[in-house]
């Protein structure tokens, strides 16, 4: 199922969201990225990474992004899904 996040807490919570449904630690994930656990909750709690950081959490959980136009769905509507 495709999801959408328009915000960094949105996308944090995606990403904790599929770490947990692969049965990973964030400290297993940060190893099979070569980062720290610290930043795996980063990543999770919408702190500020650099976009490669993200892009090899998204590889490493098996995710891509996809860039699109926005569709016409308020941030209220998505943020109510989770």
Do not use: C, W, Y
């Not at 990973?24 to 990225?33: D, F, I």
């Not at 590889?59 to 569709?71: G, I």
């Amino acid at each position: 199922m495709e999801k959408v996040a328009r915000t960094p807490k949105q996308l944090g919570n995606l990403l904790r969201e599929r770490r947990t449904e692969l049965q990973l630690t964030q400290k297993e994930l940060a190893s099979r990225v070569g980062l720290r656990q610290s930043t795996v909750s980063a990543l999770e709690t919408s702190a500020a990474v650099r976009a490669a950081t993200l892009l090899s959490a998204l590889a490493a959980l098996d995710l891509e992004m996809v860039v699109r136009p926005r569709t016409k769905t308020s941030v209220q509507d998505i943020e109510a899904l989770f």
